[in-house]
């Protein structure tokens, strides 16, 4: 097993390991209260899978084991789906000395997340992450949200799980393209802050070291989460392509999936960067070759104007200044303010 330790408000560990998904119940023994109730919330897919193994390992480590099955999808990240988890928690009476489980991905982990931030002004979780995506982003680090019709992830809350169990096995039932959705941020922890890493993405046959990637990649979050846990500088280098692959999934209506998205974001800031002189065009073209070689999209096929006027109207821009991540050096990330106005205009000249 492989073991990393998160010293943020909250200190915890992400246990990394083949087959852990059975041995999720004595795990969370050791961090939660004996006797418990361990509210297990996950979608319809997720359940058919592997609902059966973690419910059972719960029950054999001693907890009560209340479930909250809700439509897998994007769509399920809503004001409806959470309100219907709240009243389930009442009904259940869950109280804080119980917690949630969040199993499954991303839309799991930050609808259950939020729920346990704000369900009776707060209780404890634990991640037990199933895509790739999941165990290299979404599940490490605390960031929890709902969607709202005005905008994806606009009510949220900073919220620190108290155990991560990442059963590596579990990626194997991923769709291809949702694998290499964890893939797109995989290959973003390369470039903005391991050359190594990146190199091993360009070499291939991660399936037969997921594991150590899995860890690679939530050791540089970690690292990053620990200096600025509420995302008030540094972490921000985390959304290295994400303001352009956030403005993608939203004028493609979230057809394009959030690390489709962050392909083609990391390769529009490349191109831009290159134009604006901060690289050479060896590193435009080196992520365009590993980002292909996974079957991830190397262009956006729409109106580049229109994403710059969906970034008009991100939350993370600041005035008239956007801050952008650009890479000048594989392993190195750095943030660049730059005018709106002049973002918009250089992002026109590339596709
Ligand atoms: P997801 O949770 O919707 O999972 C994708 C699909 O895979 C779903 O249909 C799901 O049912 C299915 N699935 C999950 N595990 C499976 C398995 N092992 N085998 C077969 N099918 C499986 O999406 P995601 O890509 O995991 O996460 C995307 C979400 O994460 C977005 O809502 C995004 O905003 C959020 N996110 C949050 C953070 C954060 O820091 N909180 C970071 C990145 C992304
Ligand atoms: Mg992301």
Redo the contacts with the bound molecule.
């Keep these: 097993m492989r073991t990393v330790c998160v010293h943020a408000s909250v200190t915890y560990h992400i246990l990394i390991e083949k087959g852990s998904l059975s041995q999720s119940g004595p795990y969370a023994a050791q961090v939660f209260r004996p006797g418990s109730k361990a509210a297990i919330v996950t979608?319809d897919?997720?359940a058919s899978?592997?609902l059966e193994t973690v419910k059972r390992s719960f029950e054999a480590a001693g907890f009560t084991v209340p479930v909250f099955i809700f439509p897998?999808?994007?769509d399920s990240?809503s004001r409806e789906v959470l309100f219907q988890l709240y009243d389930f928690l009442i009904e259940q009476e869950v109280t804080r000395s119980d917690f949630l489980v969040a199993l499954?991905?991303?839309?799991?982990?930050?609808l259950a997340?939020f729920a346990a931030a704000t369900y009776l002004r707060g209780i404890p979780f634990m991640q037990i992450p199933?895509?790739f995506?999941?165990a290299v982003?979404?599940s490490v680090?605390g960031?929890?949200?709902i969607n709202i019709p005005a905008g994806?992830?606009l009510i949220g809350a900073f919220h620190q799980p108290s155990l991560v169990v990442c059963d590596t096995e579990?990626?194997r039932?991923?769709?291809p393209e949702?694998f290499a959705?964890g893939v797109a941020e995989t290959i973003k922890y390369g470039l903005i802050a391991s050359k190594s890493l990146f190199e091993e993405m360009e070499q291939g046959h991660i399936e037969e070291k997921i594991d150590d990637i899995v860890t690679q990649c939530v050791s540089i979050k970690r690292d990053i989460v620990e200096q600025d846990e509420q995302d008030k500088g540094l972490r921000m280098i985390l959304n290295y392509g994400h303001t352009l692959g956030h403005a993608i999934e939203k004028v493609t209506n979230h057809s394009v999936?959030?690390?489709h998205g962050v392909a083609m974001g990391m390769l529009l800031i490349a191109r831009l960067g290159e134009k604006m002189g901060f690289h050479s065009p060896e590193l435009t073209q080196r992520m365009e070759r590993c980002i292909a070689s996974y079957g991830l999209p190397t262009h956006y096929d729409g109106s580049v104007a229109e994403l710059g006027e969906s970034v008009l109207h991100d939350k993370k821009r600041s005035g008239s200044i956007i801050r952008l991540i650009v890479v000048k050096n594989i392993g190195e990330a750095e943030i660049c303010p730059l005018d709106v106005d002049k973002f918009i205009e250089q992002l026109s000249e590339v596709q």
């Design positions: 979608d897919t997720v899978l592997y897998h999808g994007e990240k499954g991905g991303g839309v799991v982990g930050d997340g199933t895509t995506l999941a982003d979404s680090g960031k929890t949200a994806k992830n579990t990626f039932t991923l769709p949702t959705d999936t959030h690390g």
